[in-house]
């Protein structure tokens, strides 16, 4: 079989893509690919605030995908997170999308912070994540529960998402975060 890499290159490149990777999500991976990606930004753009912003929202939603993807399972290993993020410029904005299959469990919880936080001002945005930091983590939570509001904050735009059902109780599950 020949895959045509000229042709995903150039959408790649048609779109905007700097970094696109499909896999495994470790810690380790965060810590060497997030290196390298701010590294990247930093030498693309003056503008420190702007680098820092899309390297913050890089990581929570890797963050997000090593937390709460439905795990993989492997023969004889720990059960890995496997998901999807694309990094890219359009104009004078960064993007960062990241994917993964989550079950209806978390599914529930996405909806509703997502709907929540969508047609909130910046100001609003504020108020909720310093009302959200002083609460409890919920139950089954594997960090804060702030995440989504951490990154609406960082947001040029309202985050986009979508969520797609799969086979049994599953769905996939993307967001795209302009910055």
């Not at 499909?22 to 030498?43: A, N």
């Not at 059960?79 to 104009?91: L, P, Q, Y």
């Not at 945005?125 to 609406?152: D, H, V």
């Amino acid at each position: 079989m020949a895959i045509d890499l000229l042709s995903y290159q150039n959408l790649m490149d048609q779109d905007g893509v700097i970094f696109y990777y499909k896999g495994e999500f470790t810690q380790e991976f965060l810590l060497q690919i997030g290196r390298d990606l701010r590294s990247k930004i930093r030498g693309e753009t003056e503008n420190r605030t702007l680098s820092i912003k899309v390297f913050s929202v890089f990581v929570e939603l890797i963050q997000n995908v090593t937390r709460y993807a439905v795990p993989y399972a492997r023969e004889n290993e720990a059960d890995a997170s496997v998901g999807i993020v694309v990094v890219g410029r359009d104009n004078n904005h960064y993007f960062v999308c990241c994917g993964n299959e989550i079950d209806a469990a978390r599914k529930a919880i996405v909806v509703e912070k997502l709907e929540t936080i969508k047609n909130m001002d910046k100001d609003e945005i504020k108020t909720y994540f310093r009302e959200q930091r002083k609460k409890a983590p919920e139950a089954n939570s594997k960090g804060g529960g702030i995440g989504l509001i951490e990154i609406a904050k960082l947001a040029s735009e309202p985050i986009g998402y979508t969520i797609t059902s799969m086979e049994g109780d599953r769905s996939f599950y993307s967001l795209t975060v302009t910055v």
